[in-house]
């Protein structure tokens, strides 16, 4: 309400928090601007470990300066489905988040792995890649525990680069990297889209990759990403269909991947 956004602005004004102006949206009809984003500043973070004893690493602080209108949304939308996962989660008796990392935390540390895939010619090539999730959390449940990832598609990536994050996750599974860093031999990638043509290609996409169904990849859109609806609106691979086609009248065949796909529950 209006006494929070009074608490900003001083918080703003004594040099604790900084709030950005983010650019017009062109989404939709009704055009509009983007809703301003508040950062925690260094002099912020380092107030508030005085005053509640703070542990370092538990702040993610930020230093004012010049940042991308492209950085600043897809920072703004990986909170937005912080707080929605969150909100959700502790709504629920028996659930509770712990050990949320957002890409600011998750980019400075990170683990690679050697990946077999199918390169440009069609041959197997091995290649190193990264995983850097745009968040990642765990899931405690009254049955145990289970290890989170997050990636929020802004729908600019071409699909190639999207089925080599894939193949990374896919390679990660089961890894001695992934038992080192998280404590964990398995983990649920939960995939946010803009769009639904975007998010039937990170599905076809994720299918040629997995070649198989999986409970593993669930994808839902950004408008799901709200408290009401982040629990129930996902959607998982439920087969995988290959076709051969043609490329013009004298091209070689190529193999079109479409995944079938079926409603699913993350959060009851």
Same mark, same amino acid.
């Given at each position: 309400?209006?006494?929070?956004?009074?608490?900003?602005?001083?918080?703003?004004?004594?040099?604790?928090?900084?709030?950005?102006?983010?650019?017009?949206?062109?989404?939709?009809?009704?055009?509009?601007?983007?809703?301003?984003?508040?950062?925690?500043?260094?002099?912020?973070?380092?107030?508030?470990?005085?005053?509640?004893?703070?542990?370092?690493?538990?702040?993610? &602080?930020? !230093?004012?300066?010049?940042?991308?209108?492209? +950085?600043?949304?897809? /920072?703004? $939308?990986?909170? =937005?489905? @912080?707080?929605?996962?969150?909100?959700?989660?502790?709504?629920?008796?028996?659930?509770?988040?712990?050990?949320?990392?957002?890409?600011?935390?998750?980019?400075?540390?990170?683990?690679?792995?050697?990946?077999?895939?199918?390169?440009?010619?069609?041959?197997?090539?091995?290649?190193?890649?990264?995983?850097?999730?745009?968040?990642?959390?765990?899931?405690?449940?009254?049955?145990?525990?289970?290890?989170?990832?997050?990636?929020?598609?802004?729908?600019?990536?071409?699909?190639? &680069?999207? !089925?080599?994050?894939?193949?990374?996750?896919? +390679?990660?599974?089961? /890894?001695? $990297?992934?038992? =080192?860093? @998280?404590?964990?031999?398995?983990?649920?990638?939960?995939?946010?889209?803009?769009?639904?043509?975007?998010?039937?290609?990170?599905?076809?996409?994720?299918?040629?990759?997995?070649?198989?169904?999986?409970?593993?990849?669930?994808?839902?859109?950004?408008?799901?990403?709200?408290?009401?609806?982040?629990?129930?609106?996902?959607?998982?691979?439920?087969?995988?269909?290959?076709?051969?086609?043609?490329?013009?009248?004298?091209?070689?065949?190529?193999?079109?991947?479409?995944?079938? &796909?079926?409603?699913?529950?993350?959060?009851?």
């Amino acid at each position: 309400g209006s006494v929070g956004y009074r608490r900003l602005h001083r918080l703003c004004e004594a040099g604790y928090r900084h709030r950005m102006i983010r650019p017009t949206s062109h989404i939709g009809r009704g055009g509009g601007r983007y809703p301003d984003e508040f950062m925690l500043t260094v002099k912020g973070g380092d107030a508030l470990q005085e005053a509640f004893d703070i542990a370092d690493d538990t702040l993610t &602080t930020f !230093r004012v300066r010049p940042r991308s209108s492209f +950085t600043t949304n897809h /920072s703004a $939308e990986i909170g =937005a489905v @912080y707080a929605a996962l969150r909100t959700k989660i502790e709504s629920m008796d028996g659930l509770s988040m712990q050990d949320w990392q957002s890409d600011h935390i998750t980019a400075r540390s990170y683990d690679q792995v050697i990946v077999a895939r199918h390169g440009t010619e069609g041959s197997m090539e091995r290649v190193q890649l990264p995983i850097v999730p745009d968040g990642t959390f765990t899931l405690l449940h009254p049955k145990g525990q289970v290890r989170v990832f997050v990636e929020v598609d802004r729908g600019t990536r071409r699909v190639e &680069t999207w !089925r080599d994050k894939i193949y990374a996750y896919k +390679t990660y599974v089961g /890894s001695p $990297e992934l038992k =080192a860093r @998280y404590g964990v031999d398995t983990f649920i990638l939960l995939s946010i889209a803009p769009t639904k043509i975007q998010r039937r290609r990170l599905m076809n996409a994720t299918a040629a990759v997995l070649g198989e169904a999986s409970n593993r990849y669930l994808f839902c859109l950004q408008e799901s990403v709200h408290p009401l609806r982040i629990g129930g609106e996902w959607l998982k691979i439920s087969g995988v269909s290959r076709t051969r086609m043609p490329i013009g009248l004298k091209g070689s065949p190529i193999e079109k991947v479409t995944a079938s &796909t079926v409603e699913h529950v993350f959060l009851q």
